[in-house]
């Protein structure tokens, strides 16, 4: 499915620090489609204070609005460049190349994922007793590793060539 302007706020939202999550919890936005009872809404508060994620000139950020690739590609850029962005983000830096397009949600995992440096090699890399999502079991797809990549808490060491081996769960 497509990732939503709102889904990458809240994907980028668990990104940061604890620490600035917390700094940045009275943030408000003056969003009229982002009103504070939104399930956003505090991802997008957090993340338009930092200045990564922008809305419109009309007063909208258009969170159902599917996100493309150049949008998270500026995105991402404007958390590398800019230094309160970057100590709430840690280890974020811009995606090489993208393509402009509405992303899906595999396509933001992999993004993310590339700009953190977070990469398995291979299915065996992975922690047994992680979750399985429904529609992401099947170890040979494409998008198989990235989604459990951006979506499972893991410890892990990492090889030379920076693909991570898991170590644990959590």
Known sequence: APATRAETAMMLWRLLTP?????????QTCFRDVLPGHWAYR?????????????GR???FRPDTAITGEE???ALTRAAGLARAKE???GVCAPHEVSGGPLTRADAARLLNAALGRSPGSPDDLA???RLWPDNRDESAAYYLD?????????????????ETWTGLG
Request: net charge negative; with cysteine; hydrophobic share 45%.
């Open 19 to 27: 620490e600035a999550r917390e700094s940045l919890a009275g943030e």
């Open 88 to 90: 709430a983000l840690p």
């Open 128 to 130: 047994g007793g992680m």
């Open 147 to 163: 989604i459990q990549e951006a979506t499972t808490g893991h410890t892990c060491i990492k090889n030379e060539a920076g693909q």
């Open 43 to 55: 991802a997008v508060s957090a993340l338009v204070s930092l200045g990564v994620l922008l809305g």
């Open 72 to 74: 998270l590609a500026e």
């Open 58 to 60: 009309s007063g909208a």
